[in-house]
């Protein structure tokens, strides 16, 4: 963990904030280890019960602090482990079974407030239902990336029996997508509860054995036991000592009438914002899994994988020459018909095996997978655009890059691909030297 710590905040030169949040900065010298220890062990005091109302409110704060730090490494987990960490301030987690309990014997109670109960399963449902929303895109719907994680990350001897037929990726992806969709739902019916429940704990721990999503499927099963009945807890430890559980436990008055109107407005404020945020990306054109905007709150789990290789060209001011390196980058054809500038002397091929191979170096013809164009690419944004299913093929004609370069479109590109090459050709893209 220390070495994690210096590579994702000491080690970098630069940290990208949040906005409004430029103020946030590391602490000096081995202050970012102390306050990772500092953090762990209210997270204990927490799971125990102890000091728990100030514990609450410093975990919650340092986990925002780390959430903070670096906007480039926005992970939903953190995200959601700050949203239960706020929640836990105001719910009364520590009357019963713990030690704030035992020091404290007034706190002790056998019931809980209801809406406490119900706030934290409306957060999980959350989680669950628009992550099941972000795989409702056509690239999710057409296998992918299922398919590339089957072929090339996820090894195991089970996958690797199946993966090589046609089915197996839609079947994956069609399970996930119902999966996230109807798992609130069918976890709060009390005759699909239990079998929902152990395909969610199975789901998510097929996700920690093959993918490095680092605490989030576990964080996600104690989540979803909110689901179950709240007396699970007291039932198992009933097995243990039938008559502990229920000892010297007293129920709780209920609240006043105001005090009531302001807990019901808080719940109601707090589940508005969590329904109205991940929605903000709808309002962006181009789709978020091609523009990256408003990606962040909005949990977009498991629906994409980035992979980016830079080419820097060195040039000497003085003898304004390159580099030996830059010299041996593969590069195409200067007359290639289908290139868009893209600046700094470069253009983007979309159609490389159009391009004449004989006129191509052969470092170029396999140099497609190199580079991957994502987030803003504007070609990449209107190659997406202008790919609409219809009939079984897809029109990608003339005005496909003629927002992008006007010359492209006396370029004499054929007016239909099949579906299948338009997908292809949203994802090998090359970069052309011109």
């Given amino acids: 963990m220390r070495n994690q710590i210096g590579i994702y905040w000491i080690q970098p ?5 949040y ?9 000096p010298g081995n202050g970012v280890y102390i306050h990772w220890t500092v953090f762990g062990v209210l997270a204990a005091f927490i799971a125990a019960g102890f000091l728990y109302r100030i514990s609450t409110v410093l975990f919650f704060l340092s986990c925002s602090y780390f959430f903070l730090l670096d906007e480039g490494r926005y992970v939903n987990h953190t995200y959601l482990m700050c949203l239960f960490g706020f929640l836990l301030i105001f719910i009364p987690a520590h009357r019963a079974f713990s030690v704030d309990a035992w020091l404290r014997p007034k706190l002790r109670s056998q019931t809980a407030p209801a809406w ?3 706030l934290l399963r409306a957060q999980m449902a959350v989680v669950y239902f628009f992550a099941g929303i972000a795989k409702a895109s056509s690239d999710w719907l057409h296998g992918e990336p299922m398919r590339t994680w089957m072929t090339h990350i996820i090894h195991s001897p089970l996958i690797d029996r199946f993966s090589h037929y046609r089915w197996t990726p839609y079947l994956a992806s069609y399970a996930a997508l ?11 019916w009390r005759r699909t509860r239990l079998a929902t429940f152990c395909l969610v704990v199975f789901f998510h721990i097929l996700n920690e054995q093959f993918f490095p999503i680092g605490v989030f499927p576990w964080l996600a099963i104690a989540g979803t036991t909110t689901f179950l009945s709240p007396s699970w807890p007291r ?10 559980a229920l000892r010297s436990i007293k129920k709780v008055a209920p609240l006043p009438h105001k005090k009531q109107i302001l807990v019901l407005s808080f719940v109601a404020t707090y589940v508005a914002i969590q329904i109205l945020v991940p929605l903000a990306h709808f309002f962006y054109p181009g789709g978020i899994e091609w523009t990256y905007a408003e990606h962040h709150f909005a949990w977009q789990m498991m629906v994409r994988r980035k992979s980016t290789t830079a080419f820097f060209y060195v ?15 593969p590069r195409s054809p200067p007359d290639c018909p289908h290139g868009v500038d893209a600046g700094h002397g470069a253009t983007i091929c979309p159609l490389p095996h159009r391009c004449h191979a004989s006129s ?5 013809q396999g140099a497609r997978a190199n580079v991957r164009l994502h987030q803003r690419s504007k070609a990449a944004i209107s190659f997406r655009s202008k790919c609409r299913s219809g009939r079984g093929a897809a029109c990608l004609g003339p005005a496909a890059l003629a927002s992008a370069n006007p010359q492209t479109a006396s370029a004499g590109w054929p007016g239909f691909y099949s579906k299948s090459f338009c997908h292809q050709l949203r994802r090998r893209l090359i970069l052309c030297r011109s």
């Fill in 13 to 17: 030169r630069f940290l990208f904030k």
């Fill in 360 to 364: 191509r170096p052969r470092a170029a």
């Fill in 19 to 27: 906005y409004g949040f430029s103020w946030v900065h590391l602490w």
């Fill in 315 to 329: 040039t000497d001011p003085k003898r304004r020459n390159v580099s030996s390196e830059a010299a041996r980058l």
């Fill in 116 to 118: 406490a109960l119900w």
């Fill in 178 to 188: 119902l999966l996230d969709l109807l798992a609130a739902p069918l976890l709060l």
């Fill in 235 to 244: 039932r198992i430890m009933s097995l243990v000592r039938p008559t502990a």
